[in-house]
């Protein structure tokens, strides 16, 4: 198993740009969610979804669309891109046990600058 | 809400010595806590966790408690290392998706 896998590592955009980060995991997790990283803000959650075909909104979701056509694969787009959304991108997954807790396992990282 | 509170923001401790992380929660239906440790410029990874239905949980140098009641739970690590130090999230899960604490940035000094 690979786990969860992100791509691109780094990525440089300039404001106003649009591009997708794209996260995939071969668990068969039902879970997926994207977070961000800043210094100091911990990890705040922009989207997530409980299943293929179903997401939802997260704490910072302005300016970011998902979509969840398959239980592998989770994009999280920037429409259009602005300076602060430079930050850090995890991906993470998890399954619902038959006690309804599970841990996250988190992909490697997206590093976005937006200048 | 589903706010997590986590505290300190920045611990530094001699090698040797123990360091304790705090947070507190408000959502009654929080069922799960999981701890997080996430080494410079990489990925979180969890390190331990615990079930509402649970007071305690040891594995080695760590462990979590959990006070119901009163909504906190803390993470002890005892003999602290210099390879302990590393950014520490706690978090919180009721039905589906967990959210995190700021974390806690722990600096073991050799």
């Known amino acids: 198993n690979a786990g969860v896998t992100q791509t691109p590592k780094f990525q440089v955009l300039k404001t106003g740009q649009s591009m997708t980060l794209q996260c995939a995991q071969d668990?068969?997790?039902?879970?997926m969610s994207w977070y961000r990283q800043d210094p100091g803000m911990g990890l705040r959650l922009i989207h997530y979804s409980v299943g293929a075909g179903i997401t939802d909104q997260g704490e910072v979701p302005n300016g970011y669309n998902v979509s969840r056509s398959t239980t592998e694969d989770f994009p999280l787009r920037l429409l259009s891109a602005a300076p602060s959304q430079t930050s850090v991108y995890f991906c993470?997954?998890?399954?619902?046990?038959?006690?309804?807790?599970?841990?996250?396992?988190f992909g490697s990282g997206t590093r976005l600058t937006v200048v | 809400g589903e706010n997590v509170e986590q505290h300190p923001s920045t611990l530094s401790v001699q090698e040797g010595d123990s360091a304790v992380i705090k947070c507190t929660y408000s959502d009654s239906a929080s069922n799960y806590f999981p701890w997080y440790k996430q080494e410079l410029g990489k990925r979180p990874q969890l390190i331990i966790d615990?079930?509402?239905?649970?007071g305690e949980k040891k594995d080695q140098r760590i462990a979590v408690t959990l006070n119901k009641t009163a909504k906190h739970f803390s993470l002890h690590i005892t003999e602290t290392q210099p390879e302990d130090s590393a950014v520490y999230f706690c978090?919180?899960?009721?039905?589906?998706?967990?959210?995190f604490g700021r974390g806690t940035s722990l600096i073991v000094h050799p």
């Open positions: 615990i079930r509402s239905n649970v």
């Open positions: 668990m068969n997790h039902e879970y």
């Open positions: 993470a997954s998890s399954n619902p046990s038959t006690g309804g807790v599970d841990g996250y396992t």
């Open positions: 978090a919180r899960k009721g039905s589906y998706i967990p959210t």
